[in-house]
């Protein structure tokens, strides 16, 4: 199961809005085929993985990371394939809650084929927590906050510089996270001091992410490179019904797409109808602590840095309310990584576990 988890992360940037998808195929302890879910509307990674078994999968033992779908999708059901192999038994990692693709365990049940559900059950929901999240709340995208930080929790120096924290490892990692997710945000005063451009560099993503900034005022202005580029790459701003309307014409002169909620909750709300199913906020301070203030943030990507910028720095979660021990909210760990000398911790406010 731990190598049908690492196959489905081949998958990364190129699946969304499906799930990842990794799969193996048993006979014994010899694995004989895998397969995966490489592309959005291709085969799954269960129909990838026996075509890789051929005959070998007659008797077998089919272990993949997410309940096979019961339904006619893009593809036909994966139930319908694995009976055709003539799978003895199959083990998948965790339930899908899908509304169109869930009961694989009861057909194969019915066909008279071994299930079992686990293990690696909270891992497999990990993996594919965006999925899994948009299956249980409809209100809004999956959120997930990324930070770079000083060993202090400091984002940037007292003069506001933030380029580079972190070591070139980290900033690869960023742009392979990128390419997963369906937008990216900053904040308005991030966009205005790092000018960043907020492209996934490394791997390319079947769909470029969607270039977020949140500026209620709308003062992004047109030497800023997301405003430049805003026909190139979909770029859309967040601003309030008091943005002046003046500075809304020219975003939308230039390309960019502007909203206008009066909460962040509605700017949310509004992402999701507008298709975004994950979004990645790359800070700065004053929206991320906003973000996770309102209970907003589902995941943090949080890059500490064994660097010092002390008193006067900005710090990275400001504004939190104060909680007593006992009742402070703890959050899930889902993975620790070290990258070249930083060390990427990856934390859940909650697992988004399907029932069983
Ligand atoms: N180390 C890192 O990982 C990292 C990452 C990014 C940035 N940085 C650094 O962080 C600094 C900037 O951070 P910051 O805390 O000053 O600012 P920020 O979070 O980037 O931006 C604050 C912006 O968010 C907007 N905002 C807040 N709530 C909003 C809402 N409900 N709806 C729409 N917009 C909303 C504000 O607009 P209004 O003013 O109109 O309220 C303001 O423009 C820079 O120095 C940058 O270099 C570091």
Known sequence: MRHALELAWRGWGRVSPNPLVGAVVLRGDETVAEGWHAEFGGPHAELAALHAAGEKARGATLVV??????????????????????????VAAVRDPDAEARGG???????GIETQIGPLTEEAAALNAPFLFTRQQTDRPFVALKLATSIDGRIADAGGRSQWISGPEARDHVHWLRAGFDAIAVGGTTALMDNPQLTARGLTPRKPPVRIVFDRRAMLNLGVSLVQTAREVPTWVMASPEAPISNVSV?????VRVFRPETLAQAFAQLRLAGIQS???EGGGALGAKLLAEGLVDRLYWVQSPVWLGEGAVA????????????APRWVVVERRPLGSDTLLVLDRRLCLPES
């Open 65 to 90: 990371s997410l309940e096979p779908c019961a339904h006619h999708g893009k593809t036909p059901p994966c139930t319908d394939a694995i009976r055709a192999a003539g799978v003895r038994r199959v």
């Open 105 to 111: 365990v009861e057909v194969l049940k019915r066909a």
């Open 251 to 255: 975003l939308e002169g230039n390309g």
């Open 279 to 281: 979004l990645l906020c």
């Open 316 to 327: 990275a979660f400001a504004g939190i309310p104060a909680s007593p021990l006992a009742d």
